[in-house]
């Protein structure tokens, strides 16, 4: 596959992040996989690249005290171990001499279908439930744990998730947190599962380099450009389709 293809894959996807804020590691690795990129090796990539960029979001919005670190340590408290147990999963099928992918293909698929769901629901509003909603808040603490292990497993087998689903997880758990804060926490709590998760695929040989720097030359200027196009293109028709793509993406993987 041609160098060029790899920077128009990064310039495309960056364009719709800086958009829609969403959508990086849930359209990237499909998209590399697409292009011929073992999945393995799309997910170890894919993890690396969002584990530097989110990197600087995460310390600016540190700076302006939109992060609750204390939710994001519990969502750390499930993810880590889950976590390791996603990259165990990969190395025995590997040491087995099986072939990744087909433990990752399904993953990825189930995971965006999720992911989509998820954005759809939250642009279009939720049904209240006063009993449910009390249930969670007693159990906020745990249930923030365990949404961290969900998340940290699907991010180690398919590298998409820590974005939408876990801000949709505090966002349904922690109802009076600011918009802001919920998307700091989310950001800053992704950056250290998917530095993580992306060592792991470093240890199993599943990080590319060279792809990897191939992606951020237009991943990079794209989600600058994005950013610029977002105040004349409404996110809120752009993220329902972005949603929709990613059902139709996850369906096609396992049709």
Do not use: N
Not at 29 to 39: A, F, N, R
Not at 99 to 120: C, F, Q, W, Y
Not at 149 to 171: F, K, P, R
Not at 210 to 221: E, H, K
């Amino acid at each position: 596959m041609e160098a060029g293809a790899f920077v128009i894959a990064g310039l495309a996807v960056g364009v719709v992040v800086g958009l829609t804020g969403v959508g990086g590691g849930a359209l990237m690795t499909p998209l590399l996989i697409l292009l011929g990129v073992p999945p393995a090796t799309a997910v170890g990539t894919d993890l690396a690249y969002a584990a530097l960029t989110k990197a600087g979001a995460a310390w600016a919005h540190h700076r302006r005290g939109q992060v609750a670190w204390p939710l994001a340590a519990r969502l750390l408290a499930g993810a880590v171990p889950a976590v390791a147990a996603g990259l165990g999963l990969l190395a025995a099928v590997r040491a087995a001499g099986g072939d990744p992918g087909v433990l990752i293909r399904p993953t990825l698929a189930a995971a965006l279908v999720l992911t989509g769901v998820v954005l759809l629901l939250r642009e279009w509003g939720r049904i209240e439930v006063p009993a449910l909603r009390a249930a969670l808040a007693r159990r906020a603490a745990a249930l923030t744990v365990a949404a961290g292990a969900v998340v940290g497993l699907l991010v180690a087998l398919s590298s998409v998730g820590a974005g939408a689903l876990g801000t949709a997880a505090l966002v349904v758990l922690h109802p009076a947190l600011a918009p802001a804060v919920v998307v700091g926490t989310g950001i800053a709590y992704a950056v250290p599962l998917a530095a993580l998760a992306a060592a792991g695929h470093v240890g199993l040989g599943t990080v590319d380099g060279g792809l990897l720097a191939l992606l951020a030359a237009g991943s990079l200027p794209g989600a600058v450009l994005g950013a610029r196009l977002g105040g004349s293109l409404p996110a809120g028709v752009l993220r329902p389709l972005l949603a929709v793509c990613l059902v139709a993406v996850g369906v096609g993987l396992v049709w």
